[in-house]
């Protein structure tokens, strides 16, 4: 097997496991995460967060602000959530894992727009 053929298997092993844990999270927002994790860096993180429709968004605020200190805004009638926060992957996990997520991206703060839903 090349080298790239190497690569490429193990990216693909890769790919698959973090779908699996991170099903509504966008991959790319994971493996920056990862790589964060290993140079050992602590970044504040922009996340766009789809909600499903009509969630109390008082209590989501709430919680948001109790968990993180930072308070979010919210979108397209109460479906959509922006925060800057920090971020790891074991927070990213909790934050995939509410029944009311629907999907997650995001981008280092200051690395312009999140992403477009």
Do not use: C, W
């Amino acid at each position: 097997m090349s080298t790239v053929e190497h690569v490429i298997k193990e990216f693909s092993e890769a790919d698959n496991a973090i779908r699996s844990v991170f099903n509504k999270t966008d991959p790319v927002l994971v493996v920056r995460l990862y790589f964060d994790q290993k140079e050992n860096i602590e970044r504040l993180y922009t996340l766009e967060i789809r909600i499903k429709k009509g969630q109390n968004l008082e209590e989501i605020r709430d919680h948001i602000i109790r968990e993180t200190g930072m308070a979010p805004a919210f979108y397209l009638g109460g479906t959509k959530i922006i925060v800057t926060q920090k971020l790891d992957l074991n927070t990213l996990k909790i934050i995939n894992d509410f029944e009311e997520v629907i999907e997650i991206k995001g981008n280092p703060y200051g690395a312009g727009g999140a992403t477009d839903f």
